[in-house]
């Protein structure tokens, strides 16, 4: 062969050899809202590794796996002391972290776990302040896919300016790892303007729930807003569900799932899944409602009316129709009036009424319905 014949060889070589396949687009973290349960608010430090199981089980047994929640997430109280080299080790009640996530996923569940960048929790157990890395890696070691990440003890060693970095830190921490885990962060101030910039796929938009409705209705109101800082794989947090725990009224509990629902909030059951009434059940596993938080779009709704006791929120949806929600936080019976137009729709719509699943007659120009004393109506309008 001549250096020419060469040359050309070496040419026609390099135009013709396939390129490597490109990569496939993997779905982001949480790009829907985290479902699941968590332990806080039923049980808070009252946990063990027997009770878990027992939650992961119930999930499956009564249909919430079925309707879409996924994560069993163990909160505060289940750390123990740091071994010689500085890894976490679980209190007696958690023989076995990696035995307790391998039979969740056994159930087709994923296993959710707790901390803090302080020193301490907020029930003064071990946080993971300057053991960030080597806890990232006890949670992948043990097969966990969701941290929730909580500030209590942070104040003590970190200034305001540094809060985005220190959950930054815990952030890339997972992500070298190697282990996909949903960040879930509880800071202070505005964190949804610098969470998702630290890496944070959820942030609590507010203090602790209660299972009051006080407390609930207050945490709902406050969220207009924060729309516009929610979206696929990053979502405002207005804490867990207390639909079940026996402080409010089923209509308070439905009011509570359906603005959780319009505020694509994660829903995260706190209750006891081993016994739930029929009512409970319908609420926490109503998939029409389920489907409003969960739709693609990934937009959070946005309050268009508020009149003395009386709010209206709208969240539009993939398919172009919109959901819409219709508050009476107060006393008695009250008609609600609003226009097709401020709903952004146009001068007629079919109506799918979400908690009585059936279809409503169609309206033209305005909608209206009348809502009950601390109740609310939840609609799909097309």
Same mark, same amino acid.
């Given at each position: 062969m001549s250096k020419r014949q060469l040359v050309l060889c070496v040419i026609v070589a390099f135009f013709v050899v396939p390129a490597p396949p490109l990569l496939a687009q993997q779905t982001p973290l949480a790009a829907t809202p985290p479902m699941g349960w968590n332990s806080w608010n039923r049980y808070a430090c009252d946990v063990s590794d027997t009770l878990i199981r027992k939650q *992961?089980? =119930?999930? &499956?047994?009564?249909?919430? $796996?079925?309707?879409?929640?996924?994560?069993?997430? &163990?909160?505060?109280?289940?750390?123990?002391?740091?071994?010689?080299?500085?890894?976490? !080790?679980?209190?007696?009640?958690?023989?076995?972290?990696? @035995? +307790? @996530?391998?039979?969740?996923?056994? /159930?087709?569940?994923?296993?959710?776990?707790?901390?803090?960048?302080?020193?301490k929790?907020?029930?003064?157990?071990?946080?993971?302040? @300057?053991?960030?890395? !080597?806890?990232?890696?006890?949670?992948?070691?043990?097969?966990?896919?969701y941290l929730k990440y909580d500030w209590c003890s942070a104040r003590d060693v970190y200034k305001p300016p540094e809060y985005p970095e220190a959950f930054r830190k815990m952030h890339d921490a997972l992500v070298r790892t190697g282990r996909p885990i949903v960040y879930s962060i509880h800071g202070r101030g505005p964190v949804w303007e610098w969470a998702a910039k630290s890496g944070a796929n959820l942030w609590r938009t507010t203090g602790d729930i209660k299972d009051n409705y006080a407390r609930m209705i207050a945490i709902a109101s406050a969220q207009s807003g924060l729309e516009q800082y929610a979206g696929p794989g990053h979502w405002n947090d207005p804490d867990m569900l207390e639909v079940g725990n026996g402080g409010m009224k089923d209509n308070e509990y439905r009011m509570h799932m359906t603005?959780?629902?319009?505020?694509?909030?994660?829903? #995260?059951?706190?209750?006891?899944?081993?016994?739930?009434?029929?009512?409970?059940?319908?609420?926490?596993?109503?998939?029409?409602?389920? =489907?409003?938080?969960?739709?693609? +779009?990934?937009?959070?709704?946005?309050?268009? +009316? !508020?009149?003395?006791?009386?709010?209206?929120?709208?969240?539009?949806?993939?398919?172009?129709?919109?959901?819409?929600?219709?508050?009476?936080? %107060?006393?008695?019976?009250?008609?609600?009036?609003?226009? #097709? /137009?401020?709903?952004? #729709?146009?001068?007629?719509?079919?109506?799918?009424? #979400?908690?009585?699943?059936?279809?409503?007659?169609?309206?033209?120009?305005?909608?209206?319905?009348?809502?009950? %004393?601390?109740? *609310?109506?939840?609609? $799909?309008?097309?």
């Open positions: *992961a089980d =119930a999930m &499956v047994s009564s249909g919430l $796996k079925a309707a879409g929640y996924q994560y069993v997430n &163990v909160d505060d109280c289940w750390e123990g002391q740091r071994d010689a080299n500085g890894y976490i !080790q679980p209190n007696e009640k958690f023989p076995d972290m990696k @035995g +307790l @996530g391998d039979y969740i996923h056994s /159930k087709g569940l994923k296993f959710g776990i707790y901390s803090s960048p302080g020193p929790t907020c029930d003064h157990h071990e946080g993971s302040y @300057g053991h960030e890395q !080597q806890d990232a890696e006890s949670y992948a070691k043990w097969g966990v896919d603005m959780w629902c319009l505020l694509a909030a994660p829903l #995260l059951a706190g209750n006891d899944l081993t016994q739930m009434t029929p009512a409970t059940l319908a609420i926490l596993a109503n998939r029409e409602a389920i =489907a409003v938080d969960q739709d693609g +779009l990934g937009v959070q709704a946005r309050r268009v +009316l !508020q009149i003395g006791p009386v709010e209206v929120w709208v969240k539009p949806l993939h398919d172009g129709s919109k959901a819409v929600g219709l508050f009476n936080r %107060e006393q008695g019976v009250v008609p609600v009036k609003i226009s #097709l /137009k401020e709903l952004g #729709l146009g001068s007629h719509a079919n109506v799918r009424d #979400l908690w009585e699943h059936k279809d409503l007659p169609a309206v033209a120009d305005t909608l209206s319905a009348d809502v009950g %004393e601390h109740s *609310a109506v939840f609609l $799909k309008l097309r």
